[in-house]
């Protein structure tokens, strides 16, 4: 790759992270159903056919919006789970106690149910019916610290305790039952005994 080509596609990214981060503030603060395209445009300083240009379409633009987020999801859950080795109660719950806690207080989650209450959403099948896309990337970084401290767990085991918490903790998120403390225990609790289960 040329040094021109090569500028190019990095002051791309750079616009298209300065798009999504806009998006990101002005639905937090709004509810991403009275966010345009033109609005982003103007937060990020450039012409709105330029974010059409980067996204095709406000559906599009929604879908950076979350998959921004989930990545910022993921890298908690990574964080969490490594930081405590192989001890499999102290890990799940440090992570989904700052999960569901970071959820809690962060604008953008709550600006997506907030506004999914009110209507139409685009974000919140992310969250729920489209939540395919948090439990591949969440449940990929699980599986490879089960792997990392527990390698002598069943693939199949790893797989479907990595899937059923994840499922267990976006449920909390978006229907919470309990404080954030409380849920962690008992979560933490149930991938304990996902993770001791033998499939036959």
């Known amino acids: ?10 002051s791309r990214s ?8 806009a998006a990101r503030a002005l639905t937090a603060a709004r509810g991403w159903e009275n966010v345009r ?3 982003v445009a103007k937060a990020v300083g450039v012409s709105r056919q330029t974010v059409y240009n980067e996204f095709g379409d406000r559906p599009a633009l929604a879908q950076a919006l979350a998959v921004s987020e989930i ?15 192989a001890d499999v ?3 799940g719950r440090a992570t989904i106690l700052r999960v569901l806690t970071e959820a809690a207080a962060n604008p ?3 600006g997506i149910l907030t506004s999914a209450r009110g209507g139409a959403d685009e974000l919140l099948p992310y969250l729920t019916t489209r939540s395919e896309v ?14 990392a401290y527990r390698p002598e767990t069943d693939e199949r085991v790893a797989a479907l305790a990595a899937e059923s918490i994840i499922r267990l903790t976006v449920s909390h998120i978006v229907l919470p039952s309990a404080a954030p ?3 962690a225990d008992a979560l933490a609790e149930v991938f304990v005994r996902l993770l001791g289960q033998q499939l036959s």
């Open 181 to 183: 403390e409380e849920s």
């Open 71 to 85: 990545d910022r999801f993921t890298a908690a859950v990574r964080e969490e789970l490594f930081a405590r080795g």
């Open 89 to 91: 109660r102290a890990a």
């Open 14 to 21: 750079t616009l298209r992270t300065s798009l999504v981060e």
């Open 108 to 110: 953008l989650v709550r």
């Open 1 to 10: 790759m040329s040094a021109t080509s090569s500028n190019r596609a990095s």
């Open 134 to 147: 948090v439990l591949v990337a969440a449940g990929e970084v699980v599986k490879e610290w089960i792997a």
């Open 37 to 39: 395209m033109v609005d």
